[in-house]
């Protein structure tokens, strides 16, 4: 399992990289278009839409990563108090309907894809077509599906996902 443990976690620094540059490009993007607005009262075109389906790739892209990690949004008082072995079940038994959750939502979202491309929807002011950018969200789910389940692979096999420590945690 450490080759597939290896992979994942080079997969899981590329796709964070990636997620990264487009938020990048959304703050430039927003930035550039506000002072535009307002100094020049030209902003960029398609800005919004742009920025939009940006940070949509760079959300479903992120939970590509999260199926592996397991970085998810969670309150462990119930897990926490649970002995080893019941602990890891509920954690399998949660894995598998994030799977579940993670394949359903990839299922619908390429209804959206083809729904996008058959209506030729494009952006409002450079009519950019919209498909590619919601094909690019349907692969960074459909990664999720894929990394949900070699996570819940390793969790059956009896490997930890690769969680953050709690020291690397920033509530502030």
Sequence with gaps: ?????QLLRRFASIVETVAAICLAVVTILIFVSA???YLFSAPIPDAFDISRLLLGLAIAWGYAVLGYRGGHICVDLLVEALPERP????????QAI?????FALAWKLFDRVISAYNSTEATSDLRFPVWPFIGGIWLG???AVLTTLAGLILM?????????DPEDDVYE
């Design 156 to 164: 059956i096999s009896g490997g930890p996902l690769q969680r953050n």
């Design 1 to 5: 399992m450490s080759g597939l443990n």
């Design 35 to 37: 002072l535009g607005r």
């Design 98 to 102: 994030l799977l579940i959750f993670t």
């Design 141 to 143: 789910v459909a990664a």
């Design 87 to 94: 602990r890891r079940a509920l954690e399998v038994i949660a």
